[in-house]
């Protein structure tokens, strides 16, 4: 039975197939097969229906996700409010939840109860749920992004932010040309498989990075201040790096790959300079026309349709989402009182559901039957860690900032979280990479996520001021009316003289 499976769940993810969760053409596949046409019955039925037990035939997935929906999101719920205590950014223990739900624990103590609680034949229902949660997220990641923050901080902030993108893009693409022959699927050229390696090493997650520095208090000192610059650039560079990849791996020759490339641009500048300034005029009119339902309703009908638009171009639907999102009038009170509400609803109870789908794709076994692998996962690590971290850092103290912020910035851009999720979904899907080197990249992104905040508890720990006892105090003035007032220090002088004279 635990072989069985070990090769369904093989199937679902195997190195060199394409991947069904990031797809929308897949998922109506999927779709199709549950409503068009009759299925297997369950083998764990929890609340047949009547039809169900009548025909003996059809598969009903409603009581399964009754039961899957809640699960994963109280079970990522608690992985956060622990991660929270321990003082690590929530995204910690949602990513931590959802491996734990996968084979690489619930499975290997428990694979009858997952294959129970988490069967094949409601995956396709739960990625669709996840997926409109994570297109609400990257929404709300263009939604916050500030561009004005670039300008205000001038070219210095973003040629650190660049420095350190280039040096990941490099160290990433050399680590890409080394992992070709071990973690490339069958039919992937060495350009795309390169590219996308130097993406996901160059990540920086941004909304994660202002989740640290405001529960920090760090979020409007002058370092707080650099980060979120620096990170706002490096989001928009790696989406539009990622566009290439996605680009180049998904189109049958040159000719395709540019003509995507075109109309993501002529998109993009469509949103900007048509859709923006109309969008910007209808909600100045909305707080007096309009009811608070029918803004949230454009909202998110936009979004849905912006990420279609992409997903029709030739790119993923995600980055329809994230232009939508910056294209938003901000400041706007119905705006941002139904962006609120949008947010309450998808991103605790459906984005949950993306974070298992992750985890079920992620199978330490995989690393632990060839101790090769982490070897492999040592070198994805160093790579990621001297390229975003040494990078920064090196780049901020030419800048002319100490050691300690430089170190303190470099520690915040090294923070991935759950932007590299979404990055590596995308290559999951589109088969550049397979399920061993998925696993790797997802360790990666977690650890380097978890590791920021102990970074910074070590960085900006202050230093007590050193407080000498009053019997030491008093030593040193009796000894010193001995000396010689020009022998005298001026500690001992200073502290020879009355409190008034001070």
Request: proline fraction near 6%.
């Amino acid at each position: 039975m635990v072989a069985l499976l070990r090769g369904n769940r093989t199937k679902r993810g195997s190195t060199g197939q394409k991947h069904s969760l990031p797809h929308s053409s897949v998922l109506w596949d999927g779709f199709r097969h549950h409503f068009g046409r009759s299925g297997r019955l369950s083998t764990h039925p929890l609340l047949p229906t009547g039809a169900s037990m009548a025909t003996n035939t059809a598969f009903d997935p409603l009581p399964h996700l009754l039961l899957a929906v809640p699960l994963v999101i109280l079970t990522c719920k608690v992985g956060a409010q622990l991660m929270r205590r321990l003082g690590q950014p929530p995204v910690v223990g949602e990513i931590a939840a959802g491996i734990l739900l996968g084979p690489s624990l619930l499975g290997w103590l428990w694979p009858q109860g997952q294959d129970w609680l988490l069967p094949d034949a409601v995956l396709p229902y739960l990625t669709a749920l996840g997926n409109l949660g994570l297109l609400a997220f990257m929404f709300f990641v263009g939604l916050e992004l500030d561009l004005g923050v670039v300008r205000r901080h001038g070219r210095t902030a973003v040629a650190l932010s660049l420095s350190s993108i280039a040096l990941a893009l490099l160290m990433g693409s050399l680590l890409g040309v080394g992992m070709y022959g071990f973690f490339a699927p069958e039919n992937v050229d060495v350009l795309p498989f390169v590219l996308f390696i130097a993406v996901s090493m160059s990540i920086t997650a941004f909304p994660v990075l202002a989740r640290i520095l405001t529960d920090r208090g760090m979020y409007k000192t002058p370092v707080g201040a650099l980060a979120m610059t620096c990170a706002a650039v490096d989001d928009v560079m790696a989406w539009c790096l990622l566009v290439v990849v996605v680009a180049v791996a998904s189109s049958g020759s040159p000719v395709e790959a540019v003509a995507t490339a075109v109309l993501t641009i002529g998109f993009a500048l469509l949103m900007r300079y048509a859709t923006r300034p109309l969008f910007a005029r209808w909600a100045a009119r909305a707080e007096r026309r309009h009811t608070d339902s029918v803004v949230l309703v454009v909202l998110f009908s936009g979004l849905c349709l912006s990420a279609l638009a992409t997903e029709q171009i030739g790119v993923h639907a995600l980055f329809g989402a994230f232009l939508f999102g910056t294209v938003t009038p901000r400041g706007t009170p119905a705006i941002d009182r139904q962006a609120a509400r949008l947010r309450a609803v998808t991103v605790p109870l459906l984005l949950p559901l993306f974070f298992v789908t992750t985890g079920l794709k992620t199978d330490i076994f995989l690393l632990v039957a060839d101790p090769l692998q982490w070897l492999w996962l040592a070198a994805v690590l160093a790579v990621a860690v001297l390229s975003k971290w040494g990078g920064g850092a090196a780049a901020a103290r030419l800048a002319g900032e100490t050691w300690r912020d430089a170190l303190s910035l470099g520690a915040l851009m090294n923070c991935r979280g759950l932007t590299e999720l979404v990055v590596l979904n995308i290559g999951l899907g589109l088969g550049v990479i397979g399920d061993d080197l998925f696993t790797i990249l997802v360790l990666m992104a977690l650890l380097t996520t978890a590791a920021t905040s102990p970074l910074l508890d070590l960085l900006r720990r202050e230093r007590p001021a050193r407080v000498r006892p009053a019997r030491v105090r008093a030593a040193r003035v009796r000894a010193a009316h001995e000396q010689p007032a020009h022998e005298r220090s001026m500690d001992d002088q200073f502290a020879d003289r009355p409190a008034r004279a001070r």
